[in-house]
């Protein structure tokens, strides 16, 4: 009951249900208003509790967008059960988990098991292979996942963020496996906070390797984001003065 109950308040969120004090303006922020157009055409797959852009030239999606909250993050529920598998969602086929057999490259989430402990249906469906790109063991175990942790604490701190995370699929040099999954070089993940009485971004560009310091030196603003990636983010908001500086500025302060 506790479950189902979480599931009808977060499918009531993703299908653009704002928090109260935004429904009444113009600048109101939902996911759907947040999630990205591609210069490619994707393959648009909807799990419920996330969305993505499946690139089938490269066996992953270019995108994964969610909303994550402070109830969300604190319900912790469930544990990971580790069971990767192919997405039958996907139209042409996803990748396999033979593709990633003795390959040295770690199945690493975009949307992290991590999100979605609260509720036992969301958690198994982040071990879809839709949902998962090669990465270097020491990156995924290391400051990515640093990063994760620090998106949850933002989650509780805020409210209520909006999460779009991915590979930057361009300049691929390696593939592995039957299906040539593509190794990313980099990967990006941006969040914006949705919680009134003021919306703030910030996005994240890291190498797909061992990486030190702190996480603050691989900010970046939405729009290098784009320019990276061939996204287009708030793509139906593109003339809103409001999107437009949230695109082009970060203050990290913010997010300390």
Not at 37 to 52: C, M, P, R, V, W
Not at 86 to 92: A, G, L, P, T
Not at 173 to 193: A, E, L, M, Q
Request: with cysteine; proline share 4%; net charge positive.
């Amino acid at each position: 009951m506790k479950a189902n109950y979480f599931r009808f308040i977060v499918c009531l969120l993703l299908f653009g249900v704002t928090i109260s004090a935004f429904s009444q303006s113009k600048n109101k922020i939902t996911l759907a208003d947040a999630l990205p157009s591609s210069n490619k055409k994707l393959e648009f797959i909807d799990h419920i509790y996330y969305k993505l852009g499946y690139d089938n030239s490269h066996k992953q999606a270019q995108w994964v967008g969610y909303l994550l909250t402070k109830t969300m993050v604190q319900n912790v529920s469930y544990k990971r059960n580790d069971d990767f598998r192919e997405d039958n969602s996907v139209s042409k086929g996803s990748a396999t988990l033979y593709d990633y057999r003795g390959s040295g490259y770690d199945r690493g989430h975009l949307c992290p098991s991590g999100d979605m402990t609260w509720s036992y249906e969301a958690m198994d469906m982040t071990f879809l292979l839709s949902n998962i790109s090669p990465q270097e063991p020491d990156f995924n175990r290391g400051i990515w996942k640093e990063l994760e942790a620090r998106v949850r604490s933002w989650a509780v701190r805020n409210d209520s963020i909006i999460v779009i995370t991915g590979p930057i699929l361009s300049g691929i040099t390696k593939r592995i496996g039957k299906n040539k999954v593509s190794v990313p070089k980099k990967f990006f993940k941006i969040i914006i906070d949705m919680s009134p009485p003021t919306i703030k971004a910030i996005g994240f560009v890291m190498e797909n390797k061992d990486l030190s310091g702190e996480i603050f030196s691989y900010s970046v603003t939405i729009d290098e984001v784009e320019r990276l990636t061939g996204l287009n983010i708030f793509p139906k908001k593109e003339k809103n003065s409001t999107i437009k500086n949230l695109e082009a500025k970060i203050k990290i302060s913010d997010w300390r």
